[in-house]
Protein backbone atom coordinates (compact mmCIF):
# COMPACT_ATOMS: atom_id res chain seq x y z
CA UNK A 1 0.00 0.00 0.00
CA UNK A 2 1.56 3.47 -1.16
CA UNK A 3 1.07 6.40 1.19
CA UNK A 4 2.45 9.81 1.41
CA UNK A 5 3.75 11.31 4.44
CA UNK A 6 3.42 15.09 5.21
CA UNK A 7 6.58 16.18 6.16
CA UNK A 8 7.22 20.42 6.20
CA UNK A 9 6.00 21.54 2.73
CA UNK A 10 6.82 18.29 1.46
CA UNK A 11 6.08 14.29 1.79
CA UNK A 12 7.86 11.47 1.94
CA UNK A 13 6.75 8.22 -0.02
CA UNK A 14 6.30 5.79 1.91
CA UNK A 15 5.50 1.69 1.29
CA UNK A 16 2.88 -0.55 3.73
CA UNK A 17 4.06 -4.60 3.16
CA UNK A 18 0.66 -5.79 5.31
CA UNK A 19 0.45 -9.27 6.61
CA UNK A 20 -2.71 -11.05 5.89
CA UNK A 21 -3.68 -10.74 9.93
CA UNK A 22 -3.33 -7.84 11.91
CA UNK A 23 -0.25 -7.30 12.84
CA UNK A 24 0.81 -6.20 16.62
CA UNK A 25 3.84 -4.32 16.14
CA UNK A 26 5.63 -3.00 12.91
CA UNK A 27 8.70 -2.17 11.71
CA UNK A 28 10.15 0.86 10.01
CA UNK A 29 12.35 0.67 7.45
CA UNK A 30 14.66 3.41 5.34
CA UNK A 31 17.66 3.12 3.31
CA UNK A 32 21.41 4.47 2.73
CA UNK A 33 22.87 7.49 1.73
CA UNK A 34 22.25 6.53 -1.36
CA UNK A 35 19.45 5.03 -3.56
CA UNK A 36 16.09 5.03 -1.92
CA UNK A 37 13.21 2.44 -0.14
CA UNK A 38 13.14 0.47 -3.36
CA UNK A 39 16.83 -0.93 -2.58
CA UNK A 40 16.84 -4.39 -3.26
CA UNK A 41 17.77 -5.46 0.62
CA UNK A 42 14.86 -3.35 2.05
CA UNK A 43 12.06 -4.68 -0.68
CA UNK A 44 13.03 -8.10 0.36
CA UNK A 45 13.15 -7.89 4.46
CA UNK A 46 10.31 -6.33 3.92
CA UNK A 47 7.99 -8.47 2.18
CA UNK A 48 9.79 -11.50 4.35
CA UNK A 49 8.47 -9.64 7.55
CA UNK A 50 5.10 -9.35 5.94
CA UNK A 51 4.86 -12.69 5.11
CA UNK A 52 5.40 -13.42 8.53
CA UNK A 53 2.77 -11.89 9.97
CA UNK A 54 4.91 -8.31 10.82
CA UNK A 55 3.81 -4.83 9.37
CA UNK A 56 6.80 -3.15 7.89
CA UNK A 57 6.45 0.56 6.61
CA UNK A 58 9.60 1.33 4.62
CA UNK A 59 9.99 5.04 3.60
CA UNK A 60 12.56 6.95 1.72
CA UNK A 61 14.29 10.24 2.71
CA UNK A 62 16.78 11.49 0.43
CA UNK A 63 18.52 14.39 2.42
CA UNK A 64 22.28 13.38 3.53
CA UNK A 65 22.38 15.87 6.24
CA UNK A 66 21.81 13.26 9.81
CA UNK A 67 19.61 15.69 11.65
CA UNK A 68 17.25 16.34 8.53
CA UNK A 69 17.21 11.93 8.26
CA UNK A 70 16.38 12.12 11.82
CA UNK A 71 13.48 14.46 11.27
CA UNK A 72 12.15 12.56 8.61
CA UNK A 73 11.93 9.54 10.35
CA UNK A 74 10.73 10.67 13.40
CA UNK A 75 7.74 11.76 11.35
CA UNK A 76 7.24 8.60 9.70
CA UNK A 77 7.35 7.25 13.60
CA UNK A 78 4.49 9.85 14.41
CA UNK A 79 2.43 9.21 11.64
CA UNK A 80 2.52 5.43 12.31
CA UNK A 81 1.75 5.71 15.86
CA UNK A 82 -1.34 8.23 15.15
CA UNK A 83 -2.57 5.93 11.88
CA UNK A 84 -6.29 4.42 12.65
CA UNK A 85 -5.32 1.77 9.61
CA UNK A 86 -2.78 -0.10 11.78
CA UNK A 87 -3.46 0.24 15.66
CA UNK A 88 0.19 -0.88 16.33
CA UNK A 89 1.18 -1.70 20.53
CA UNK A 90 4.59 -0.84 19.32
CA UNK A 91 7.16 -0.28 16.62
CA UNK A 92 11.05 -1.61 15.89
CA UNK A 93 13.25 1.14 13.80
CA UNK A 94 15.34 -0.25 11.37
CA UNK A 95 17.93 1.26 8.94
CA UNK A 96 20.21 0.22 6.01
CA UNK A 97 23.74 2.38 7.18
CA UNK A 98 22.93 6.00 7.14
CA UNK A 99 19.27 5.01 7.82
CA UNK A 100 20.20 2.82 10.79
CA UNK A 101 22.45 6.14 12.26
CA UNK A 102 19.24 8.11 11.59
CA UNK A 103 17.17 5.52 13.54
CA UNK A 104 19.66 5.39 16.31
CA UNK A 105 19.52 9.37 16.48
CA UNK A 106 15.19 9.29 16.95
CA UNK A 107 15.41 6.66 19.42
CA UNK A 108 18.12 8.81 21.52
CA UNK A 109 16.21 12.12 21.15
CA UNK A 110 12.73 10.47 22.17
CA UNK A 111 14.12 8.45 25.24
CA UNK A 112 15.71 11.90 26.29
CA UNK A 113 12.21 13.49 25.66
CA UNK A 114 11.01 11.03 27.88
CA UNK A 115 8.47 10.35 25.33
CA UNK A 116 7.31 7.03 23.04
CA UNK A 117 9.32 5.04 25.32
CA UNK A 118 6.86 1.83 25.52
CA UNK A 119 5.69 2.60 21.58
CA UNK A 120 9.41 2.14 20.57
CA UNK A 121 10.44 -1.28 21.39
CA UNK A 122 14.03 -2.18 19.26
CA UNK A 123 16.02 -0.89 16.91
CA UNK A 124 17.74 -2.85 13.91
CA UNK A 125 20.95 -1.73 12.30
CA UNK A 126 22.09 -3.01 8.61
CA UNK A 127 25.73 -2.31 8.23
CA UNK A 128 25.58 0.37 11.13
CA UNK A 129 28.42 3.21 9.96
CA UNK A 130 30.28 3.26 12.75
CA UNK A 131 33.26 5.33 10.91
CA UNK A 132 34.55 6.57 7.66
CA UNK A 133 36.68 4.46 5.56
CA UNK A 134 40.12 4.57 7.26
CA UNK A 135 39.31 6.61 9.59
CA UNK A 136 38.72 4.43 12.65
CA UNK A 137 39.70 7.02 15.20
CA UNK A 138 36.33 9.25 14.95
CA UNK A 139 33.33 6.63 15.87
CA UNK A 140 29.70 7.40 15.01
CA UNK A 141 28.65 5.99 18.65
CA UNK A 142 27.49 8.70 20.70
CA UNK A 143 23.53 7.61 20.17
CA UNK A 144 23.84 3.88 20.86
CA UNK A 145 25.81 4.77 24.08
CA UNK A 146 22.35 5.92 25.14
CA UNK A 147 20.41 3.32 24.13
CA UNK A 148 17.92 1.40 26.18
CA UNK A 149 15.75 -0.62 23.93
CA UNK A 150 17.31 -4.43 22.52
CA UNK A 151 19.45 -3.92 19.23
CA UNK A 152 20.32 -5.88 16.70
CA UNK A 153 23.46 -4.88 14.39
CA UNK A 154 23.73 -7.01 11.12
CA UNK A 155 26.99 -6.56 9.82
CA UNK A 156 29.31 -7.71 7.19
CA UNK A 157 32.89 -9.10 8.91
CA UNK A 158 34.86 -6.91 6.04
CA UNK A 159 32.73 -3.60 6.22
CA UNK A 160 35.43 -1.15 5.02
CA UNK A 161 32.71 1.60 7.58
CA UNK A 162 32.36 -1.24 11.15
CA UNK A 163 35.58 -2.46 12.11
CA UNK A 164 34.42 -5.61 14.08
CA UNK A 165 36.38 -5.35 16.63
CA UNK A 166 35.52 -1.46 17.10
CA UNK A 167 31.46 -2.60 16.63
CA UNK A 168 32.30 -5.32 19.31
CA UNK A 169 34.11 -2.85 21.66
CA UNK A 170 31.26 -0.23 21.13
CA UNK A 171 28.38 -3.00 21.94
CA UNK A 172 30.26 -4.08 25.23
CA UNK A 173 29.69 -0.72 26.65
CA UNK A 174 26.70 -0.18 25.64
CA UNK A 175 23.19 -0.18 28.39
CA UNK A 176 20.85 -1.57 25.72
CA UNK A 177 20.61 -5.70 25.70
CA UNK A 178 22.47 -6.37 22.16
CA UNK A 179 22.87 -8.84 19.52
CA UNK A 180 25.55 -8.75 16.75
CA UNK A 181 25.39 -11.23 13.61
CA UNK A 182 28.33 -11.39 11.17
CA UNK A 183 28.09 -11.98 7.51
CA UNK A 184 31.45 -14.06 7.02
CA UNK A 185 33.28 -11.81 4.48
CA UNK A 186 30.80 -9.65 3.53
CA UNK A 187 31.64 -5.13 2.55
CA UNK A 188 29.35 -2.52 3.61
CA UNK A 189 27.07 -3.07 0.78
CA UNK A 190 26.61 -6.72 2.39
CA UNK A 191 27.81 -8.28 -0.93
CA UNK A 192 30.15 -11.75 0.04
CA UNK A 193 32.38 -13.07 -3.27
CA UNK A 194 30.90 -16.53 -4.32
CA UNK A 195 27.06 -15.95 -2.79
CA UNK A 196 24.24 -14.49 -4.49
CA UNK A 197 22.24 -11.66 -3.49
CA UNK A 198 19.44 -13.90 -2.51
CA UNK A 199 21.12 -16.12 -0.16
CA UNK A 200 22.98 -13.49 1.96
CA UNK A 201 19.39 -11.82 2.01
CA UNK A 202 17.71 -15.20 3.19
CA UNK A 203 20.35 -15.49 5.95
CA UNK A 204 19.43 -11.64 7.18
CA UNK A 205 16.39 -11.85 6.96
CA UNK A 206 15.82 -14.91 9.15
CA UNK A 207 17.85 -13.36 11.93
CA UNK A 208 15.96 -10.30 11.70
CA UNK A 209 12.94 -11.94 12.36
CA UNK A 210 13.95 -14.76 15.02
CA UNK A 211 15.69 -11.58 16.69
CA UNK A 212 12.30 -9.87 16.71
CA UNK A 213 10.17 -13.01 17.80
CA UNK A 214 12.61 -13.39 20.56
CA UNK A 215 12.48 -9.47 21.60
CA UNK A 216 9.43 -7.97 21.08
CA UNK A 217 6.63 -10.65 20.99
CA UNK A 218 7.46 -11.22 24.86
CA UNK A 219 6.17 -7.49 25.18
CA UNK A 220 3.01 -8.18 24.55
CA UNK A 221 2.74 -11.61 25.79
Not at 12 to 17: E, G
Not at 66 to 80: D, G, H, Q
Not at 156 to 164: R, V, Y
Request: hydrophobic share 40%.
Amino acid sequence: VKVKIPFGNKHLDAVFSVPEKKSTYGVILTHGAGGDMNFPHLVSLAAYLASHGVLCLRFTCKGLNISYRSKAFKTVVEYLKLSDAYKLSGVVLAGRSMGSRAAASVIRQLSQDGVDEDFIQGLVCLSYPLHRPKLQSKLRDEDLLFIRCPVLFVSGSADEMCEKQLLESVASKMKAPKKIHWIDKANHGIAVKGRTTDDVMEEINAQVFSWLRENIELEHK
